[in-house]
């Protein structure tokens, strides 16, 4: 099994800058797709951005493009989530996942392990 515990969330500025962490423990690093998903209140759980275990791939969810980055130092076992320029309508939620196998993967049932969740907020 592999647990998942993610941190750096909290209340941000519209047009600042945030940075979520989800650590990873109990199974190899290598191999290991992550994602990050998000949900907002009232809303259903959506992708936001995924890396491969090597780091060679990331892909985004359009409305994050250009202002998140997704990257993984798989020494610490650590991925991360730069959240820039974030806007009131990212106020959410933010999930880590991680897959086994290789390949981008964007849907909720392809990730086997979650993280609890860490809240952003994004004052205007």
């Known amino acids: 099994q592999v647990q998942l515990v993610e941190s750096g969330g909290g209340l941000v500025q519209a047009g600042g800058s945030l940075r979520v962490s989800c650590v990873a423990s109990?199974?190899?690093?290598?191999?290991?797709?992550m994602g990050w998903f998000r949900q907002a209140p009232g809303k259903e759980r959506e992708f936001v951005a995924t890396?491969?275990?090597?780091?060679?791939?990331?892909y985004y969810t359009d409305s994050v493009k250009g202002r998140f980055t997704i990257s993984r130092d798989n020494a610490k076992n650590t991925v991360y989530l730069q959240m820039n320029s974030p806007k009131p309508e990212d106020t959410a939620v933010y999930y880590c996942?991680?897959?086994?196998?290789?390949?981008?993967?964007?849907?909720?049932?392809?990730?086997?392990?979650w993280g609890q969740g860490t809240q952003v907020t994004v004052s205007s």
């Open positions: 109990g199974r190899t690093w290598s191999f290991l797709t």
């Open positions: 890396i491969t275990w090597s780091g060679d791939m990331t």
């Open positions: 996942a991680a897959a086994r196998g290789v390949g981008i993967k964007v849907r909720e049932y392809d990730y086997d392990y």
